[in-house]
């Protein structure tokens, strides 16, 4: 069984930053197959797309309201896929998850989470101003 285990997170002043780790285990292909998402939740609101990573060559792909301050990376000998957050804003604050799906993704369908297969059961990220 798939199983992905989100880390990181915590409570950090605005303009900071923070690395969020998603270890994955159980999986049957090579990391490097597999397609990482990153999505957040606030309370009250909807799940949303946060960052992607595809299969080798693992391009990366972000939400307008991170791009330039996030940066999404994997390291397939360790099947984790990181995100790394700078200059963290009120606005940050969530719960973030990481999912997966072995199947190559459009780009287009990188953001929609039903596209995923499996996942974490996610890391609380507080931005305090």
């Known amino acids: 069984q798939v199983q992905l285990v989100e880390s990181g997170g915590g409570l950090v002043q605005a303009g900071g930053s923070l690395r969020l780790s998603c270890a994955a285990s159980?999986?049957?292909?090579?990391?490097?197959?597999?397609?990482m998402g990153w999505f957040r939740q606030a309370p009250g609101k909807e799940r949303e797309f946060v960052a992607a990573?595809?299969?080798?060559?693992?391009?990366?792909y972000y939400a307008d309201s991170v791009k330039g301050r996030f940066t999404i990376s994997r390291d397939n000998t360790k099947n984790t896929v990181y995100l790394q957050m700078n200059s963290l804003k009120d606005g940050d604050t969530a719960n973030y998850y990481c999912?997966?799906?072995?199947?190559?993704?459009?780009?287009?369908?990188?953001?929609?989470?039903?596209?995923?297969?499996?996942w974490g059961q996610g890391t609380q990220v507080t931005v305090s101003s």
């Open positions: 990573i595809t299969g080798t060559p693992g391009m990366p």
């Open positions: 159980g999986r049957r292909r090579p990391s490097s197959s597999y397609v």
């Open positions: 999912a997966d799906t072995v199947r190559p993704l459009l780009v287009a369908d990188l953001s929609k989470l039903l596209k995923y297969d499996y």
